[in-house]
Structures are given as structure tokens and as C-alpha cells.
């Protein structure tokens, strides 16, 4: 027995050995690409230095996902404010965004949360989309999507290799480790697109609703309603106007979103409203309001030199509401 044990031993001794050799350089390579992947620049960890500049000044705070990101410039109006949204940035995370910043902001009077109509009900969902947690986590010590905070030792939450995906890393690789991204972020938070436009047509509407809906959940909507009921409470409590706004998107995408995803997210804000402690003024400019397909990026984003007119436009709504 102790003989065959021996031999056993021997043979697995050299086996394990050749796997050795052959995995060190591949997790030496890996950590090597994971620890450039941590000091390249990042739109995230710009805006996080934006902002940091303007502690002493903001007095409005903007949340929302990647419409929101795309469709709010504060620097165009006349209030003192910053984009805080990112994409797919869910009422989870803009909750827990806004409570980060909040107590650093001493002139702080006003939030606004630009709620798309399917956010209400969505998570980050899987793959790329939930390893975005690592953003939050690594840069601002937030947990993230709630959905996802057992993923803690899951790669797609501490990883930024899944964050960039395998084609973008390789293309990073190749380029030495510059990554040359589709736009910047505005020093006000905002995101200004490099590219002119993509495509805007019923079909690719009808895909990037499908997208939105891939992890649109009830369980998700009433998990969202409770959240923002306690929130919004307790940000008027201290003092500060909360309003929502729901940002425009162009009619390839509105004609696509099923009807039963604007009716719900509809009911729950009047629920949530019928909750707080004072009137939330609500802006619904989904269906486009005043703008045409030139205005728009692509299906439900808006360009630049429309995002600033829009902004504007919010601005002024809000301050006749006497809001801002």
C-alpha cells in the first residue's frame, strides 16, 4: 500500500510541476495586464476627479443612466450642477452615487433623478454590464447593483479585465495600453460623444429596447419604489428639492418600448410620489419632446449641441416650478 502510494506521489509529482511552469507566466501575464488595466486613465475615474474640484461650488446633483449621461450638461445652464449618471447606472446605484456625494457637497439644495421609463425594473444585469460594479467599488467603495453583491470573489466584480471585455483588451494590448474611448466626459460630468451618429431606424430601436429589457423585472420595480420612497424622504428631510425628470428619446425606440413598461413605470412613480414628504415635480419629455432624428446620437441618446439646449430647457422648467 505504502509502495503504491509512493509511486503514485511520483508520478503526480512531475505533472503537477509541468502545470506549474506552464500557468505561472500566464498568471504572471494576467496580473501584468490587470495592473496596467488599474493605472490607465478612465471616463469613471475622470469624472470622479471633475467633481472632486467643484465640492465647494455644486448645488445641483443630476443622476440617471446613459441618458442621462449623455443628455445633461450643467455647465449649459445657469445653476451650479454636475452629471453624476453613468451607464447603466440603475435607481440602485444612483442612490447609492447620490449618498456618496451628498455629505461632501456643502451647497447642495436639489437632486434630480432622470428615470427612464425601463429603469424602473431593471438590474445591471450579467456579463459585461454587471462587471461595471467594479467601478463603483474600486473608485468609490460603493457595493453596487444589489443583485449582484454576492459576487464579491466573482471575476466580473473585481476584475477590470472584464470590464473592458476580451476585445477591447486585446486592442488595448496591441496599442500598448492606451485605449482610445468614443468621447470624454465634460468637466460637468456630462458625456460628449466623439462619434458624429449611429444608426437610427426601427430596427435598431427595437434592439436596444430588447437590451434594456433583458433583466426588466417586478421583483426589481417594487425593490426600486421602496428604495426611492426612503430616499427621497430622507433627502427632503434635509433640506433638499428632489424632482424627476424622464429624459427624451426618439420615436425608433419610444414606438418600441412595449406599452406595459411606460404604464408600470408610470404607476410606480405615483406610488413613490404619494409617499414623500413634499410634491416632486415631474418632467416626462420621453417622447421627444421638441426635438427631431437630427437631434439625436442614435435611438435614445441626444447629440452634444441638442444636450445643452435640452438641459437648459429642464432647468427652466424647474426653476418656474420654484425646484431650482
Given at each position: 500500500?505504502?509502495?503504491?502510494?509512493?509511486?503514485?506521489?511520483?508520478?503526480?509529482?512531475?505533472?503537477?510541476?509541468?502545470?506549474?511552469?506552464f500557468?505561472?507566466?500566464?498568471?504572471?501575464?494576467?496580473?501584468?495586464?490587470?495592473?496596467?488595466?488599474?493605472?490607465?486613465p478612465?471616463?469613471?475615474?475622470?469624472?470622479?476627479?471633475?467633481?472632486?474640484?467643484?465640492l465647494?461650488?455644486?448645488?445641483?446633483?443630476?443622476?440617471?443612466?446613459?441618458?442621462?449621461?449623455?443628455d445633461?450638461?450643467?455647465?449649459?445652464?445657469?445653476?451650479s450642477?454636475?452629471?453624476?449618471a453613468?451607464p447603466?447606472?440603475?435607481?440602485?446605484?444612483?442612490?447609492?452615487?447620490?449618498?456618496?456625494?451628498?455629505?461632501?457637497?456643502?451647497?447642495?439644495?436639489?437632486?434630480?433623478?432622470?428615470?427612464?421609463?425601463?429603469?424602473?425594473?431593471?438590474?445591471?444585469?450579467?456579463?459585461?454590464r454587471?462587471s461595471?460594479?467594479?467601478?463603483?467599488?474600486?473608485?468609490?467603495?460603493?457595493?453596487?447593483?444589489?443583485?449582484?453583491?454576492?459576487?464579491?470573489?466573482d471575476?466580473?466584480?473585481?476584475?477590470?479585465?472584464?470590464?473592458?471585455g476580451?476585445?477591447?483588451?486585446?486592442?488595448i494590448?496591441?496599442?500598448?495600453?492606451?485605449f482610445?474611448?468614443?468621447?470624454?466626459?465634460?468637466?460637468?460630468?456630462?458625456?460628449?460623444?466623439?462619434?458624429?451618429?449611429?444608426?437610427?431606424?426601427?430596427?435598431?430601436?427595437?434592439?436596444?429596447?430588447k437590451?434594456?429589457?433583458e433583466?426588466?423585472?417586478?421583483?426589481?420595480?417594487?425593490?426600486?419604489?421602496v428604495l426611492?420612497v426612503?430616499?427621497?424622504?430622507?433627502?427632503?428631510?434635509?433640506?433638499?428639492?428632489?424632482?424627476?425628470?424622464?429624459?427624451?428619446?426618439w420615436?425608433?425606440?419610444?414606438?418600441?418600448?412595449?406599452a406595459?413598461?411606460?404604464?408600470r413605470?408610470?404607476?410606480?412613480?405615483?406610488?413613490?410620489?404619494?409617499?414623500?414628504?413634499?410634491?416632486?415635480?415631474v418632467?416626462?419629455?420621453?417622447?421627444?419632446?421638441?426635438?427631431?432624428?437630427?437631434?439625436?446620437?442614435?435611438?435614445d441618446?441626444?447629440?452634444?449641441?441638442?444636450?445643452?439646449?435640452?438641459t437648459?430647457?429642464?432647468?427652466?422648467?424647474?426653476?418656474?416650478?420654484?425646484?431650482?
Open positions: 500500500m505504502a509502495r503504491a502510494a509512493t509511486s503514485m506521489m511520483n508520478q503526480i509529482g512531475p505533472l503537477v510541476k509541468r502545470a506549474a511552469i500557468l505561472l507566466p500566464v498568471l504572471l501575464g494576467l496580473a501584468f495586464i490587470e495592473f496596467n488595466l488599474s493605472r490607465m478612465r471616463e469613471f475615474k475622470s469624472k470622479i476627479a471633475y467633481l472632486e474640484r467643484r465647494e461650488s455644486v448645488e445641483v446633483l443630476f443622476a440617471g443612466n446613459s441618458q442621462a449621461y449623455f445633461v450638461y450643467p455647465d449649459a445652464t445657469g445653476v450642477g454636475f452629471n453624476v453613468s447603466w447606472q440603475t435607481p440602485v446605484l444612483d442612490v447609492q452615487v447620490l449618498e456618496y456625494w451628498r455629505p461632501r457637497l456643502p451647497r447642495l439644495r436639489a437632486i434630480v433623478l432622470c428615470l427612464s421609463h425601463f429603469s424602473w425594473g431593471t438590474s445591471l444585469g450579467g456579463g459585461d454587471a461595471r460594479n467594479v467601478l463603483f467599488r474600486r473608485d468609490l467603495g460603493l457595493w453596487g447593483d444589489w443583485r449582484y453583491v454576492w459576487q464579491g470573489l471575476p466580473r466584480s473585481v476584475s477590470l479585465m472584464w470590464v473592458y476580451f476585445v477591447n483588451v486585446r486592442r494590448l496591441f496599442r500598448g495600453f492606451r482610445d474611448s468614443e468621447g470624454a466626459v465634460r468637466q460637468d460630468g456630462g458625456w460628449r460623444p466623439s462619434l458624429k451618429q449611429k444608426e437610427i431606424s426601427r430596427q435598431a430601436g427595437a434592439d436596444r429596447v437590451i434594456h429589457l433583466d426588466y423585472t417586478d421583483r426589481m420595480l417594487a425593490r426600486h419604489e426611492l426612503d430616499s427621497i424622504r430622507r433627502w427632503q428631510a434635509a433640506g433638499l428639492k428632489v424632482a424627476i425628470v424622464v429624459p427624451p428619446t420615436k425608433t425606440y419610444s414606438e418600441a418600448l412595449p406595459y413598461v411606460v404604464q413605470a408610470t404607476a410606480a412613480r405615483e406610488r413613490v410620489l404619494s409617499q414623500v414628504s413634499e410634491p416632486v415635480p418632467i416626462d419629455d420621453y417622447a421627444a419632446n421638441g426635438f427631431s432624428e437630427d437631434d439625436f446620437f442614435d435611438n441618446h441626444l447629440k452634444s449641441s441638442a444636450a445643452g439646449i435640452w437648459s430647457s429642464v432647468v427652466a422648467r424647474l426653476q418656474a416650478m420654484g425646484t431650482l
